[in-house]
């Protein structure tokens, strides 16, 4: 996978991970007219699209749309089950997550991708291992923000 | 900025903050960078799985070069040490991939490779998951390293294909085992040929349980069963197809493919088009890939996706063989009427390469050609016209035809400008056979072609003016009408210098010429050469590495009487030597008198071919050039108005290297810059020439250099040609010189005494291997320069030996791969008569000969 991308309807950007080294400059580029080209699909048009020279593999789960590029040699359908996957683990996490709590929660969203995806490859398929992973995380998190009683500077941007 | 590594050991969370820092924000700031590196190392070296599993995150998300070099050593061994835990060996694996990717020269193959293999076989199927990842990539750039693999695989697969739905536990998906890992241990697969017997039986029958378990009824109506499924159900057809060697695997997998295009799902359907186009390559399938054609014709009709329908189109093309030719092009001529914009033009190159390639009557050939450019004329490029006229020129019998029917589609209220130009064009050469009717009577032929002239672009105008003097030449009648034309004001003093200059040119030369001077300028144009389709070239490169069209040529090959074999082609040499190309070049044979070389039709031959055309004579003044290079290795090999080429070379005993700098004078780039090393047959095995090729593009004013590695095998007489073909402009460059690689060059001074000199010249006293020059100086007779040119050619000057202090002696060696031959030669200057007697002794005649001929030229 090349990369991926979470935007609203609106076009507003929600989560991007790049799996390939480019220059800020050309992930804009990319962005502004991938987000273009998938908003302008109607509903009942197929998932897949050819763009430039990758295949971009798509699907909308209520306000948000999920976007993947593949290579020209990898796997459509196996595509669209990564990104159902990946809902699936936010859901699980988050119990019956909307678009509010990846909002609020950016970086337990990478968190749980990164454990999932890695390189722009599975890494674990295992459902209970990722999120088994992930509350490993969450419980050290826990246990030091109890220690320094304060709540920890995840979620706000400028914590540097 | 530095607090950051230091908070990192402070707590996971400072550390989970501080590698998503790193991952997301951090490209690439040495200082920072280094610091980072340093703690990552420290968590990687750590043992602690959660501090490792984070480092190895980090370094998969940043992935950058530097950390390749830091780390690309350590992780391999992390993967394979048996006390890892499973999360991180599956991190390294990807890691390691991530790396890579991005700077494979860093991860060099060892002896952890074969152990990587074995991961396969691991109980946790997330490190089989990984490893199988890692070795599809590493397996493309060193196959034989992974070939173990294979069976592996297979077998794994197998496992997985038949294992209940309760045996995997989690890691079975909406009741399919393991579809990510099926799917990435199928393309494992792809990335080998068909392997041998035994575990090929294992592998078809997994491949076959897998076709079955398409037609069962689906365990659950989610769309995620179904997706799963069919995502390891289209990755085994791949495999199939990508094997090509089961017959019966491969008509199942057709078949299937075939239901699945009148699917519910638009997304199935868009996936069974995509898979069909690759199976209609493979000779086993391709018949029964014929079979859906309807359905698919259907699809181009009713779908409502564009990004089907263009699969559609794509599956078409592919499917197309004699028997369907007529009926698909006709469809997709019906398509192109209401097709999206964007993909006009590829579609026009594809009708316009499958009416060619299935025609057997040309006739509908011509008829299909000025459909596509009455339909879709915007979009059919140049290659595409000149393509219809170079066959209507070589074919005789459609000559008429064509006639007649551009004729005929000119009288059409509002007709495209390519029509314009190739009815131009096929009156002006064959308008006489249609002279006869009077509906088409040359006046008329005439006013048709004028009524279009004032609504044209400056290039087709200039094509039209060609045709009114053709037009002259072929009636006389039309002479004073068109003169007339010629000699207005508008022609004549037009702002365009080519419009001008024609109309200048072909006034004078009707007037001037007699009539059977006339007719031989005026010719018809001789048959084009056969040469590979410049459309074809278009459209690989429009697809880029797209299947469709490579398997075009597959078919090619396969199928290779398909259009009745190459025309005869007596057409003359092309060459331009010169950017102000022979007007009359378009239509001409040369002029009897004339004395420069024959060119043909500067703008309409397949000027975007790729093939080399004719090697272009060798430049003027190449001779001089190639003289001045025996005794020298740098300087300038050709000029003209458009090019420089420089040399400058180093020779080494029986090696060589030049490096030769190509210098664009003009301010317009250079397109197709092509320069090729042409060996005759006598010289191909004794000289061994290797380069590599050149950017195509030379931007004006830019140099570039190509490097040519030379090996001298043996010894050799000729010398090889430089050919350098470019586009500039409008018009095509052919270039020819001599590359001056003597054998000279290979000769090695040897100092010797004047005892051993004399001794070896007697030794060399029969007379084949004598060979005596005498001639007159060309230069004049200065001995300084006659030593440095002695000592330029490569030999040692060796001074007291000869009796005659005015007389120069020298020795060497020739190193050529096989032998080396030592030379021993002697100048005696005349200065009254100012001539020479050069006498040249070595063990080998054709050496002596060819030594004695390239000396004496030089003084």
Known sequence: ?160 | MVPVPGRLKRSQTSQLKGYLFISVLVNSNSELIRLINNAIKNDLASRNPTFMGLALHCIANVGSREMAEAFAGEIPKILVAGDTMDSVKQSAALCLLRLYRTSPDLVPMGDWTSRVVHLLNDQHLGVVTAATSLISTLAQKNPEEFKTSVSLAASRLSRIVTSASTDLQDYTYYFVPAPWLSVKLLRLLQCYPPPDPAVRGRLTECLETVLNKAQEPPKSKKVQHSNAKNAVLFEAISLIIHHDSEPNLLVRACNQLGQFLQHRETNLRYLALESMCTLASSEFSHEAVKTHIETVINALKTERDVSVRQRAVDLLYAMCDRSNAQQIVAEMLSYLETADYSIREEIVLKVAILAEKYAVDYTWYVDTILNLIRIAGDYVSEEVWYRVIQIVINRDDVQGYAAKTVFEALQAPACHENLVKVGGYILGEFGNLIAGDPRSSPLIQFNLLHSKFHLCSVATRALLLSTYIKFINLFPETKATIQGVLRAGSQLRNADVELQQRAVEYLRLSTVASTDILATVLEEMPPFPERESSILAKLKKKKGPNTVTDLEEAKRERSADVNGGPEPAPASAVSTPSPSADLLGLGAAPPAPAGPPPSSGGLLVDVFSDSPSAVAPLAPGSEDNFARFVCKNNGVLFENQLLQIGLKSEFRQNLGRMFIFYGNKTSTQFLSFTPTLICSDDLQPNLSLQTKPVDPTVDGGAQVQQVVNIECVSDFTEAPVLNIQFRYGGTFQNVSVKLPITLNKFFQPTEMASQDFFQRWKQLSSPQQEVQNIFKAKHPMDTEITKAKIIGFGSALLEDVDPNPANFVGAGIIHTRTTQIGCLLRLEPNLQAQMYRLTLRTSKEAVSRRLCALLSEQF
Not at chain 1, 26 to 36: A, W
Not at chain 1, 96 to 113: P, W
Not at chain 1, 120 to 133: H, I, M
Request: glycine share 4%; with cysteine; charged share 30%.
């Open chain 1, 1 to 160: 996978m090349q990369f991926m991308l979470l935007f609203s309807r609106q076009g507003k950007l929600r989560l991007q991970k790049w799996y390939v080294p480019l220059s800020d400059k050309e992930k804009k580029k990319i962005t502004r007219e991938l987000v273009q080209t998938v908003l302008a699909r109607k509903p009942k048009m197929c998932s897949f699209l050819e763009w430039r020279d990758l295949k971009i593999v798509y699907k909308r789960y209520a306000s948000l749309y999920f976007c993947c590029a593949i290579e020209d040699q990898d796997n459509e359908l196996i595509t669209l089950e990564i990104i159902h996957r990946y809902v699936e683990l936010l859901d699980k996490y988050f119990g019956s997550v909307c678009e509010l709590d990846i909002i609020f929660n950016f970086e337990k969203a990478y968190f749980i991708l990164d454990e999932f995806l890695l390189g722009g490859e599975v890494q674990e398929t295992s459902k209970k291992n990722v999120l088994k992973a992930i509350e490993q995380a969450d419980l050290l998190q826990e246990k030091t923000e109890t220690m320094y009683h304060s709540r920890s500077f995840i979620g706000c941007k400028k914590a540097y």
